[in-house]
């Protein structure tokens, strides 16, 4: 391994072949086509899914405050949610990072789906 000296850059190739992080054309990687509505589409699902959860998260607090036998059970069913969509950012942040590729962010979707239905069966279940 070279020794670094003044002229070395700061910012180059990883000397293990690894990908950059932020790659460009120089560097041969294509960067993936985001069209603007793709972008608008991406942006109203996320404001759905926070949505729900927001709503559902909400919904079982209140009902877990107002039932005085087993409130706490209420309250756990709005914090499964949150521990679904903890597991979705999680994916986000390893997409965005590149560790997953991004031909596989259909699954991104997939989670979404899985909690809005969870959301609505939450707030079924909070007011039977």
Known sequence: MPIATD??????DSPF???VLYPDQSSGQSLPIQTKQRSIIQLGFV????LM???TLILSIYR??????NGALYVLLGLSVIGFVAVEVLLIVFIRKGDIEQSNS????FMGIA???????????LFQ
């Open 7 to 12: 002229k070395t850059p700061i910012v180059s």
């Open 17 to 19: 072949g690894a990908p």
């Open 47 to 50: 404001v759905l899914v926070v």
């Open 53 to 55: 959860t927001m709503i």
């Open 64 to 69: 877990g405050v107002m039932i005085t036998t």
């Open 106 to 109: 259909w699954f991104l979707y």
């Open 115 to 125: 909690i809005i239905l969870e959301c609505l069966f939450t707030d079924i279940c």
